[in-house]
């Protein structure tokens, strides 16, 4: 390592002392000296970079203790030795005092060099004990910052005296003002929900018998009512002889991880259930239009005083109500074919007022509000009633005594902000549909379960639970949310957002009046389930029609090209093996230019239709149908 010349600043009116002290200096050290003789001089020469300040105890009438002052102030860091002729004991002890670093006598100068080195190594010590304070201090506040940072509470309890501190966030995360917390476990428990509380002090007992690290969850009500989740975890520190002295740990408030994690699961559930519901629904279908179409058949073929007649129309009426069932866990799942039209909510809600009045009974007000420019939705007007219908049934039985039942519709706009149910939102403007009621609500527990298929907390043969299942599965299909605000006693208040568009509203053409329902045309049949081919055959074949089956799509496009003749009609399955009902139709229409298109599906398959969005006007029927609906289906198309 180079060798840096020592820097002495030597304050010396002397030249004979100052040149003497000089070649003391150099036989030490290699030196880089400035030589001074009074204050003004001494006062202009001093700064920090000096390794050493020599000065004569007087100097020109300057006294070292002045020297020292002045240095003190200037660079503090810098040591300075008294150099004198003679001096008094106590005239040094008052020099060394006032942080002179040694003094010497002129005639001892050969201590010179080592008094040097043992200043400049004890300023090094100063140094690094300085900086080893800061760095410490540096510590402390970045440890300060992380834990206010990241809303950590500390706390720490002595097993001894049963005293417990709690540092000022972790009050706050209860709830508490500075310094209110009381300071004693039973104090703490106090704070936890009590239906947490066996819970927690079963965790403590078994940290301190065990001696082990530990954690807990608990709940803790604030003033305002609010619940928050704290997770506390800690240990405990025993002396030497193993007995616990204290315990001290951190605690987090955790709510919004749990909220997540609850509201992730509760979107999961409803996925799987809805998978569930579609599946069943779906092979439910076929079975039941089988069953209707069947017993529809048989009805139609027997004398009407047949007294077998009654039994059959029992038959059909469990179908019926099995069909209405079977509809609703499809709207849940979201697999129904929707015929969505441009339409406007409040046109919605005004048509169906007398129809929702004789419904809901006198004693309930319906209040129906437009607020700003509402706009238009997309949607399927059939679905939209369904879901008016559900929510004001719901509303009615939640007003026993009666009550207010107030529909709202408004313009929306949504951002990312405003995502609820741990589902993110499409951000844009949506028309919202608020349905209200002035009735007894519900708990956080139901409203988290509301819209689960069959479940309900109404009586036995009341209630299947299925309402709002498929007011969920209509809005979600048609790309909205809905979300819920409820309180006991409270009343309750459904709000659904459904995206604006901006198209005006369209009119159904008008259905003709006169239906005949018979026809003589051909008609090409595909569908792969037996009975459902069967059916739909013997149906149309009673009305009139030329019918051709087929169970695959091979085997259709085989008869199609195969024949001569004209086919007037293709009724086709939407779901087939081998290609889609849509695929197999661009086949028929290759070999049949001008054949007409009907397509029947009890569901919909999103790789097919895209979400269950059949292309416009195509049209089509929904499994399960009567052959009456059938044959007024196709004289439609044919029409
Ligand atoms: N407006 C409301 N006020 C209070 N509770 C309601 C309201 N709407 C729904 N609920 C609660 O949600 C449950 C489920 O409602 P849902 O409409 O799905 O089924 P349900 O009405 O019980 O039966 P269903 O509609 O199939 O006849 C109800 O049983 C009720 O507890
Ligand atoms: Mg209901």
Redo the contacts with the bound molecule.
Sequence with gaps: MLELPLRALLLEDNPHDAELILRELKTSFNVDATVVSDEGSFLAAIDPTFDIVLADYNSAGFPASHALAALKTAAPDVPLIVISETLGESTAVALLNNGAADYLLKDRLSRLGQAIQRAIDERQLRRAKHEAENALILAEERIRFAIEASRVGIWEADLRTGTIRWSEMLESLHGLAPGTFGGTLRAFLERVDPADRAAVEGAIHRAASERTDGSVLYRTRRADGSVRWISASGRTFSDAAGRPLRAAGIAQDITKRIRLEEQYRQSQKMEAIGLLAGGIAHDFNNLLTAIEGYSTLMAEAMRTDDPLQAHLAEVRRAAERATALTR?LLAFSRRQILEPRVLGLRDSVTSMGPMLQRLIGENVDIVVRERGEPGHVKADPGQIEQVIL??A???R??MPRGGTLTFEISDARLTNADARSGATVVPGRYTLLTVS?S????DAE?QA???E?F????QKG??????????YGIVKQSGGYIWID?APGA??R?SIYLPRVEEAVETPPPRSASESLTGSETILVVEDEGAVRMLVRRALERYGYKVLTAGTPLEAIELARGSGERIDLLISDVVLPQMSGRALANHILEAKAGTRLLFMSGYTDDAIVHHGVLDEGTPFIQKPFTPQALARKVRQVLA
């Design positions: 609703q559900n929510l049934i719901n509303a039985d939640a009621d009735g007894y609500g519900m139901t379960r509301v819209f298929p479940f309900t907390t109404k009341k209630g299947t639970g299925l309402g709002l299942s498929t007011v409820s009343g309750t459904f």
